[in-house]
């Protein structure tokens, strides 16, 4: 019914810069909170950044404002915009997105499959 394609991970250097997108696509009604979290090896998932659908933002502590979320609303898509990348942002980024799809009352979370990101020189 619904999907969450991301993009745009890779490697890159200490100190560079990499910007993920996540587009949701289906049978969507309303996409209320997006939302980018990150699963390194041998540690929990964590949340990474939140949009709300009027574009009010939330970012966890650690980032130290490397990191930028944004969102079209037009195109169901969220962004991560990240820079001055360490080799401790080494991680699988997912997308999540909170959706009402077309005939649902409710809304329910959705999540992408994951994009690797890898910070070495």
């Known amino acids: 019914q619904v999907q969450l394609v991301e993009s745009g991970g890779g490697l890159v250097q200490p100190g560079g810069s990499l910007r993920l997108s996540c587009a949701a696509s289906?049978?969507?009604?309303?996409?209320?909170?997006m939302a980018w979290y990150r699963q390194a090896p041998g540690k929990e998932r964590e949340l990474v950044a939140v949009?709300?659908?009027?574009?009010?933002?939330r970012y966890a502590d650690s980032l130290q404002g490397r990191f930028t979320i944004s969102r079209d609303n037009a195109k169901n898509s969220v962004y991560l915009q990240m820079n001055s990348l360490k080799p401790e942002d080494t991680a699988v980024y997912y997308c999540n997105a909170r959706i009402v799809i077309r005939g649902s009352l409710s809304e329910s979370g959705y999540w992408g499959q994951g994009t690797q990101v890898t910070v070495s020189s």
């Open positions: 949009i709300k659908s009027y574009g009010g933002t």
């Open positions: 289906g049978s969507i009604l309303r996409v209320n909170d």
